[in-house]
């Protein structure tokens, strides 16, 4: 499975971006895809996902009603809109994906398949 994200640069405060992630192999290996994001000094923590079943969404507290996650399935494709931009979203965002089976999908552990990440600065 290759996970290939783009989309990241550079936005000011308020602004918006938009992320997207292709990913490459079986369709069980992408039943949830996932986004992450690590500021330096940071760990990486969880952005939001999506499950593939009925395409249910997750989203951290912090992005939540500013960032919206979507998948086309056609495409296999995720994408993440991101508005309303703050200097705290500056980060390395990562995708990530993983077959069906877990009930979890906020920690780093839950996926299998990681993308090489992509930057998103945001300058207030």
């Known amino acids: 499975v290759q996970l290939q994200a783009s989309g990241g640069g550079l936005a000011q405060a308020g602004g918006s971006l938009r992320l997207s992630c292709a990913a490459s192999g079986p369709s069980y290996s992408t039943y949830a895809m996932g986004w992450f994001r690590q500021a330096p000094g940071k760990q990486r923590e969880f952005v939001a996902a999506i499950r593939g079943s009925d395409d249910n969404t997750y989203y951290a507290d912090s992005v939540r009603g500013r960032f919206t996650i979507s998948r086309d399935n056609a495409k296999n494709l995720v994408s993440l809109q991101m508005m309303g931009l703050k200097p705290e979203d500056t980060a390395v965002y990562y995708c990530?994906?993983?077959?069906?089976?877990?009930?979890?999908?906020?920690?780093?552990?839950?996926?299998?398949?990681w993308g090489q990440g992509t930057q998103v600065t945001v300058s207030s």
């Open positions: 990530a994906s993983r077959g069906p089976g877990l009930a979890s999908w906020i920690y780093v552990g839950d996926y299998d398949y």
